[in-house]
């Protein structure tokens, strides 16, 4: 029998239906990403499993104990399940470690010394012994959420339910947690993860869950659901959380943001610095040094420009496509008669196939 069974799973609120028909099985030490557009039920179908809301109708067997049952004890239920949420939800009047000693104090009858023998063991396992006595508030929010991983893991729990614990973190944070999750995965730990990080989802997962309107669309191991997706809504999703994108309506625009933008992009694939410079340099040269520059020269105030950047995970087969189609009405601006011959070089220095895909859309693909 599986760990845990889902079966006709559904959940009404009173205006969405973020449920409509959930089915799944998960296996003892699978790591399950769950992944799908915002707002398609996965922190929903989390909170149901460890009944943190409760469903409309169906049924969710956890070591075959239903929890919908009105008889279930939902507490000792609940202690074989480990939550990790978007914030950290560390009580700030108690220093780190006493934050982990609670449960097993308050729940499981341990000795004040047993618990912080436990809780020292778990902080130095994500990394974070030398802050035991530190307050919350003097913690990163990387490290934060660490020790709330930490103190998932106090009640020995058999599942661990992670509900996007990246997502309210900056990226040079989101590898340390990320770094953290996938040395659980390698220890054997049953994980279910809602993440928007491709990455982990790829790279840690036994099993990727793809989610949508409610219902899972597809299922499979990350190679299959990244490579070879088998539903369009699944390709067309893994293309654009794949992507980034920027529009340019005014010679006025934000270059500074334009450029903050793109590096979070190039953080979030954990592209190498080599792979990252590229990207940053050609979006420089092509679009601020030559495009923006003619529309300047041309006095056109809306160059309606629209630059795309995709990349597998980790910065391979890079790609760049820029559509100016609105410039080409006082000539290419690409041309030889009007690009900056410098830029065009560094631009090609860059780029290892240069492709028209119609007139005034070009797309630069990365050495």
């Not at 699978?30 to 943190?52: A, D, F, H, Q």
């Not at 508030?137 to 959420?145: T, V």
């Not at 420089?284 to 630059?307: F, I, Q, S």
């Amino acid at each position: 029998m599986s760990l845990i069974e889902i079966q006709h799973l559904r959940k009404e609120f009173k205006d969405v239906v973020p449920l409509e028909d959930i089915n799944a099985t998960i296996d003892a030490g699978e790591v399950i990403s769950i992944i799908g557009p915002s707002g398609t039920g996965k922190s929903t179908l989390l909170r149901c499993i460890n009944r943190l809301e409760t469903p409309t109708s169906g049924h969710i067997m956890v070591d075959g104990i239903d929890m919908c049952d009105p008889s279930t004890d939902l507490p000792a239920m609940r202690r074989k399940m480990g939550m990790v949420f978007q914030s950290y939800n560390l009580f700030d009047h108690r220093r780190v470690v006493e934050n982990l000693m609670m449960g097993p104090m308050d729940l499981l009858g341990k000795s004040q010394q047993e618990a912080k023998e436990r809780a020292l063991e778990l902080l130095d396992l994500v990394g974070l012994k030398d802050k035991a006595n530190a307050w919350p508030r003097d913690l990163s929010g990387g490290q934060r959420q660490r020790a709330a991983i930490a103190r998932s893991l106090t009640m020995d729990p058999q599942i661990l339910l992670f509900d996007e614990p990246t997502s309210a973190l900056d990226p040079t944070m989101v590898s340390e947690v990320l770094s953290v999750m996938r040395d659980l995965a390698e220890r054997g730990h049953t994980m279910l993860v809602v993440t928007h990080e491709m990455s982990f989802a790829r790279k840690a997962s036994s099993r990727v869950l793809y989610m949508d309107r409610g219902v899972i669309w597809e299922e499979g191991t990350p190679r299959q659901i990244f490579e070879n997706p088998q539903r369009p809504e699944t390709h067309d999703f893994i293309f654009r959380v794949r992507g980034w994108e920027y529009h340019i309506n005014s010679l006025a625009f934000d270059m500074p943001g334009m450029m903050a933008s793109l590096d979070t992009y190039c953080a979030h694939l954990f592209m190498g610095i080599r792979t990252a410079n590229s990207c940053e340099l050609l979006v420089e040269e092509l679009v601020v040094n030559l495009l923006v520059e003619e529309a300047r020269k041309r006095g056109v105030e809306d160059p309606d420009l629209h630059v795309e950047l995709f990349s597998g995970e980790g910065g391979v087969d890079v790609v760049l496509r820029v559509d100016f189609r609105k410039l080409l009405d006082g000539g290419d601006p690409l041309s030889p008669e009007y690009r900056d011959e410098l830029s065009y070089a560094m631009i090609r220095g860059h780029t290892r196939e240069i492709t028209e895909i119609e007139p005034g859309i070009m797309q630069f693909r990365l050495r």
